[in-house]
Nanobody, 123 residues
Framework: QVQLVESGGGSVQAGGSLRLSCAVY????????????MGWFRQAPGKEREGVAA???????SYSDSAKGRFTISQDNTKNTLYLQMNSLKPEDAAMYYC?????????????WGQGTQVSVSS
């Protein structure tokens, strides 16, 4: 069974940085060969969940407009871990951040989710 465990959230001041990690367990062939799409999502109180960054099966990355230029998604196949480097954080980035993976590359249909890690940004 696929399981995802996020870590790295915390409280930072505006302009600061955080790196979120998402350890992926249970993939038969590891991240490198399991042919999964991967993504980071976030949800702030009272708001809908939104996609932040994603990696397609061919390694192509994509970002939301709010994340472009500030966030970087990456993966370490030796550690079966997905990362989200977040720089120049803004108060509006505060949210619960989730990672998710699925062989079907439609975010609305991602089946495997982590428990989330909280990010707080003070002005």
């Amino acid at each position: 069974q696929v399981q995802l465990v996020e870590s790295g959230g915390g409280s930072v001041q505006a302009g600061g940085s955080l790196r979120l990690s998402c350890a992926v367990y249970g993939l038969a062939y590891g991240l490198a060969y399991s042919n999964y799409c991967m993504g980071w999502f976030r949800q702030a109180p009272g708001k809908e969940r939104e996609g932040v960054a994603a990696i397609d099966k061919d390694g192509t990355t994509s970002y939301s407009d709010s994340a472009k230029g500030r966030f970087t998604i990456s993966q370490d196949n030796t550690k079966n871990t997905l990362y989200l480097q977040m720089n120049s954080l803004k108060p509006e980035d505060a949210a619960m951040y989730y990672c998710a993976v699925d062989p079907v590359c439609v975010p609305e249909f991602f089946r495997y989710w982590g428990q989330g890690t909280q990010v707080s940004v003070s002005s």
